[in-house]
């Protein structure tokens, strides 16, 4: 990894990364702050991967922290390219089936069991 | 695809009245990527810093930022940050306190799971405006997940140069250090704190002097809490008068809470100063869980104190709260519902302070434990008339006479429930009655004669033989037998017994 020396390097190198982020493909954000893997994260988790695998999807899988809904961890999100990214709440292992089938396969979000949409991104 | 159905985070009422500043990227990146931190103006009120500023210009900013330490006190960031800089010496050092030890409280926990990389860059920032090439960040080991993010930033910042040698090639450096605490409530009191980082058992020191003239191994010391961080790189990024925008005329930008209790929405929310503890509550918390009234919030945790539901519409500020008998503390809020006991929440409080109490000190050490006796006598339905006053009088010499921020606020719980629920401690003391129903000793069980149909359910599972009646008669419990083990309560099929 080659190191900052200026403040060009360091903007030169969040142009870069905003660009990458622009191209990605669809993600599925798993919340893994220690409220998330108290109520269950870590199996939400492993269930996401099965079915991505079974599915054979491309899916980036990516954790986050706390976002401050404790009430409702495990939470996991969607992004599908160029579309707000999904926060669903209480996730069990087959809310994640369904997602992964329903969402991300098909491409129909969860009205039943989405909690909210961030819009801005990046 | 059609998203008109999902709300958006904005029209949450969760979320509607935060304000992201210390938890702007919380939930939002993935802490263990430097690189989705640096796309979101990561380190770049660093680099502006290093390359643009002068020590004194960062001070400066922080000053008119109006910011104010997140850690309990409250007490003036930028002033804090001059008179370490004024301080003569060469080596000084640089700490952040992420010791969070009370009951109910994960403000700190979730910057530092959630966004490590905020903390690194305002105690660089920090670090350059004091001075110091040294820093240290102590920890509990109870937390494992953050000391473990911590411990990946640090390294990918290193690897990136932004911790090091020569930073932006500004000629400034700095290292960083993670020091894990084995949990000792009083180690969260900067003097302990910076005994425990030597090696000492952690007790604190008298101040004066205090850690700015010396601190960590003798040289001048900043420390801060995390909170307080992680809104450093927002205030240099922008400006201190920007910042300064956002709160109250003393209490300036927003603070983070955590609720918890009998809250529906349990979490972590980030508000602006100012705004009403009723907002806090019934809006961004949803309301009481539990559906019943409620009664008090506790806040700033065993430092702070209770605020009654006559007092709701306080807005949040570091004096309002202090003026009530609370204080801001570290930001947690435990929600109490009328099944609490106002007694028995100070009993508890007390219990935790005076099992923390380090010894040191003697009003600490001993008055603690007077208190908390008296506190368990009425609680037993023991107490003396002449106790309130008793309470009172030792709890003013504690805050009086304690060496430490512990002893100082340990009667804090006692007093403000004194102050706002004295009627609850007399009914204990007078009436041998416990309003909310919480404390054991005191209740009584009793059979309505009315809704009685002599079924003698009762009276079988009664452990101590304390019920007696003849088949479809009407029963009766022998209080003085009775243990109140509620065991009747629980076989009554016809809701015949209370408990008062």
């Known amino acids: 990894m080659k190191k900052i020396e200026s403040v060009a390097d360091l903007s030169r190198i969040k142009q870069e990364q905003i660009q990458r982020q622009e191209k990605r493909g669809a993600r599925v954000i798993v919340g893994m702050g220690t409220c998330g893997i108290a109520a269950g994260a870590k199996t939400v988790l492993q269930v996401l991967e099965e079915e991505v695998q079974r599915y054979d999807i491309q899916v980036e899988i990516c954790q986050t922290g706390c976002i401050g809904m404790c009430e409702q961890e495990p939470l996991l999100d969607v992004q599908l390219p160029n579309q707000g990214r999904i926060t669903y709440g209480k996730v069990t292992p087959n809310l994640v089936k369904r997602i992964v089938q329903e969402h991300l396969v098909e491409g129909n979000i969860l009205e039943d069991a989405a909690l909210a949409r961030l819009t801005e991104e990046v | ?500």
């Open chain 2, 1 to 500: 695809m059609v998203t008109g159905q999902v709300p958006t985070y904005q029209e949450l009422d969760f979320y509607n009245k935060q304000m992201r500043f210390a938890l702007r990227n919380c939930g939002r990146i993935d802490p263990e990527n430097i690189y989705e931190y640096i796309a979101r103006q990561g380190y770049q009120a660093l680099g502006k810093v290093l390359t643009q500023l002068s020590p004194q210009q960062v001070v400066g900013e922080v000053k008119t930022s109006g910011l104010r330490g997140r850690g309990g006190g409250g007490f003036p960031t930028g002033l804090k940050w001059q008179f370490a800089q004024q301080a003569p010496e060469t080596e000084k050092y640089i700490i952040c306190n992420a010791d969070e030890g009370d009951p109910g409280a994960f403000m700190d926990r979730s910057v530092l799971e959630g966004d490590p990389h905020t903390l690194v860059e305002g105690m660089i920032i920090a670090a350059y405006a004091i001075g110091a090439s040294q820093g240290y960040i102590y920890v509990r080991a109870e937390y494992p997940l953050a000391i473990q993010r911590l411990k990946t930033a640090i390294a990918q910042a290193e690897e990136l140069g932004l911790l090091g040698e020569d930073i932006f090639s500004s000629g400034f450096s700095f290292q960083l250090h993670i020091k894990e605490g084995a949990g000792a409530f009083v180690c969260g009191e900067e003097t302990a704190l910076m005994a425990s980082i030597e090696g000492e058992r952690g007790m604190p020191r008298p101040r004066p002097p205090f850690p700015a003239q010396r601190g960590l191994w003798g040289k001048p010391t900043n420390i801060n809490n995390v909170e307080t961080y992680a809104n450093v790189p927002v205030i240099l990024l922008e400006s201190g008068a920007k910042f300064s925008q956002v709160g109250t005329e003393k209490s300036k930008g927003t603070k983070v809470f955590a609720l918890t209790g009998k809250i529906k929405n349990t979490g972590l929310v980030e508000v602006p100063m100012g705004i009403k503890l009723r907002e806090i509550i019934f809006e961004l918390g949803g309301g009481i869980s539990s559906g019943k009234d409620f009664k008090a919030v506790q806040i700033g945790g065993p430092s702070g104190g209770c605020i009654p539901a006559q007092l709701l519409d306080l807005p949040v500020d570091y004096d309002s709260l202090v003026e009530a008998g609370a204080m801001m503390g570290s930001g947690g809020l435990v929600v109490m519902d009328s099944d609490t006991c106002m007694v028995d929440l100070a009993r508890f409080f007390l219990n935790f302070t005076q099992s923390e109490s380090c010894g040191k000190c003697t009003p600490c050490r001993e008055g603690t434990k007077r208190m908390l006796e008296i506190l368990e006598r009425i609680t037993q339905g023991e107490g003396r008339e002449e106790d309130l006053d008793l309470l009172e009088q030792l709890g003013e010499t504690i805050k009086a006479t304690s060496l430490c921020g512990l002893g100082q606020t340990a009667p804090n719980p006692v007093l403000s429930t004194l102050r706002y629920f004295r009627h609850e401690y007399e009914a204990h003391i007078r009436d041998k009655k416990c309003p909310a129903g919480a404390c054991s000793a005191l209740l009584q069980h009793r059979i309505i004669p009315d809704l009685c149909r002599g079924c003698t359910r009762c009276a079988k599972v009664c452990p101590v033989g304390a019920i007696s009646g003849k088949v479809k008669q009407v029963h009766k419990i022998d209080s003085s037998a009775c243990i109140n083990c509620g065991a009747c309560l629980e076989a009554c099929p016809f809701d015949a017994i209370e408990r008062a």
